[in-house]
């Protein structure tokens, strides 16, 4: 027996790593795992992480109008707006005019939307606006009623329609009665008659 332990391989012990060495190098902890966030769950966490709070001096497209606040990259800032004069760092005097100018637009919108809805309800009652023209053979009318005709004959009623109003009319070859419809504001929409008569 103990010439067989004289002659039995020596074994090694296994050597076990650091754990300081395995944490720092290794795969992370639990605990570390827990407190990482994925870039989804930290930009709704953080929404304006790495964003600068500005007032838009004039209109940028793809950012907002002019007295508008907006939250944009600084690097967008200090590269691009900032060189150009389009936009200024938010201050408490800055972010309170922007908001009294925007309480201000809000309102005239919306004593616009109203007015035109007024004129919408009057057209409802109205009678059809006359268009002349020269006729030809089986009621067919020379030239053709436009978008600006329409524009023109309901501000010459209707002084506060804007000059550039969204106006769809059907074909009108000939003699008769039609209806257009005409957007007066982004929510109000009016339809008008038209009778083309022969001049």
Known sequence: AAIAAAFAP????RTVPEVRGAARVGRPTVAMMGQRLSAAKRALKYPNAG?????LKKDVQGTGEEGELAWIQRGYLLNYLLPNGLA?????ALVAAAEAKKAERQAAY????????????QLGDAG???VAKRVGENDAIFGSVT???????LR???SNVPEKCEVTLPEIKKLGSYTAAVKLHPEVKATMKIDVVAS
């Open 51 to 55: 964003q600068v709070h500005v007032v």
């Open 10 to 13: 020596t074994i090694a012990p």
């Open 88 to 92: 200024a760092q938010a201050t408490p």
């Open 156 to 158: 010459a009623k209707y």
């Open 128 to 130: 059809a606006f006359v």
């Open 147 to 153: 978008e600006t005709q329409v524009v023109e004959m």
């Open 110 to 121: 919306e004593a616009e939307r109203d007015a035109m809805g007024r004129v919408r309800d």
